[in-house]
């Protein structure tokens, strides 16, 4: 079936830019969680949806991050005034949130760059 | 979550098993050990989990020392395709929680 996929591939914009960032779960997953992946760094947790809510978003480094999931499935990562520090690859993944060992599955990233 | 040490580099022969450890001398007993990797411009891929017993799939084996300590993962059979970052991450197992990655091990398969 389908994984997770993540829409844009590669996103290039300007310093203080407002860039949106897509991601589609693997269907009927209930939990889906956004990391950052900076150069030579492991991937570092952003925040993470069961549903709608967000269950922890204390991964979000200040308020120009914010995160959507309105109808429970597709995600949104919304980065306001874009600094050059930004730029990283965005991983998504989503879990079946069920009680019980969460395997997550990862989409591909999409990889920002910052100018 | 408990803190893991992986060294950050290792090399294996094409064909032979590729030995992977990882110390975690903090894990509490709810704690699992998990195991991912990611191959070059791909994200994460999940290889195995295990909380005390010895655990064998189709990708992997995870070892666990008895004082739940140190873990190795074991590739029987590396191939070149196996040349990814490891990475080891304790966490209670349970529901659907973020992952805490470190630097993880790079694991390069010579032919």
């Known amino acids: 079936g389908a994984g997770v996929s993540q829409t844009p591939s590669n996103k290039v914009t300007e310093k203080g830019k407002y860039v949106e960032l897509r991601c589609d779960p693997i269907?009927?997953?209930?939990?889906l969680y956004w990391y950052r992946q900076s150069l030579g760094q492991g991937p570092e947790f952003l925040i993470y949806?069961?549903?709608?809510?967000?269950?922890?978003d204390s991964g979000l480094p200040n308020d120009r991050f914010f995160a959507v999931r309105p109808e429970g499935s597709v995600s949104t990562l919304k980065i306001q005034r874009t600094e050059r520090g930004d730029s990283a690859v965005y991983l998504c993944?989503?879990?079946?949130?069920?009680?019980?060992?969460?395997?997550?599955?990862f989409g591909p990233g999409t990889r920002l760059t910052v100018l | 979550d408990a803190k893991t040490t992986q060294p950050p580099s290792m090399d294996c022969a094409e064909g032979r098993a590729a030995n992977l450890p990882c110390n975690h001398s903090?894990?509490?007993?709810?704690?699992?050990v998990y195991w991912y990797r990611q191959i070059h411009s791909q994200g994460p891929q999940y290889i195995i989990h295990?909380?005390?017993n010895n655990e064998t799939n189709e990708m992997a084996s995870l070892i666990i020392t008895e004082d739940r300590k140190s873990s190795t993962l074991i590739l029987p059979h590396a191939t070149l395709r196996d040349t990814a970052v490891y990475y080891c991450?304790?966490?209670?197992?349970?529901?659907?929680?973020?992952?805490?990655f470190g630097q993880g091990t790079r694991l390069t398969i010579n032919p």
């Open positions: 993944a989503s879990s079946s949130g069920l009680a019980g060992v969460n395997e997550q599955f």
């Open positions: 269907s009927g997953h209930t939990a």
């Open positions: 949806f069961q549903g709608t809510g967000a269950a922890d």
């Open positions: 903090t894990i509490s007993g709810n704690e699992y």
């Open positions: 295990g909380l005390k």
């Open positions: 991450i304790v966490r209670v197992g349970w529901g659907a929680q973020k992952l805490v």
